[in-house]
Nanobody
Framework: QVQLVESGGGLVQAGGSLRLSCAASGSIFRINVMDWYRQAPGKQRELVAAVTGGGSTNYADSVKGRFTISKDNAKNTVYLQMNSLKPEDTAVYYC???????????????WGQGTQVTVPS
């Protein structure tokens, strides 16, 4: 059983910063990619940032230059440093991982429970 536990959300004024964390635990053989999605009220869930097992990163255009994704392989943890936050960043942020639980098995997708980020206008 694999679990993703997020932390770090909250309320911050525009221009401020927050750091989200997501720790994966359980029977994990290899993590292919860990990423952050967000979903604002009335909108579809969107990819914010991703980091592969090899360390390659990818960002949504709306957060480039403001958000940074990083990971700690030893802790199976991914971070999202969010700077210069804007009201339009307000959303529930979800951690996601695509990983294998055995050397010869297929990959599985796991989601965290979500953490609220609120940036008042």
């Amino acid at each position: 059983q694999v679990q993703l536990v997020e932390s770090g959300g909250g309320l911050v004024q525009a221009g401020g910063s927050l750091r989200l964390s997501c720790a994966a635990s359980g029977s994990i053989f290899r993590i292919n990619v860990m990423d952050w999605y967000r979903q604002a009220p009335g909108k579809q869930r969107e990819l914010v940032a991703a980091v592969t097992g090899g360390g390659s990163t990818n960002y949504a255009d709306s957060v480039k230059g403001r958000f940074t994704i990083s990971k700690d392989n030893a802790k199976n943890t991914v971070y999202l440093q969010m700077n210069s936050l804007k009201p339009e960043d307000t959303a529930v942020y979800y951690c996601h991982a695509d990983l294998r639980i055995s050397p010869s098995g297929r990959s599985f997708s796991y989601w965290g429970q979500g953490t609220q980020v609120t940036v008042p206008s």
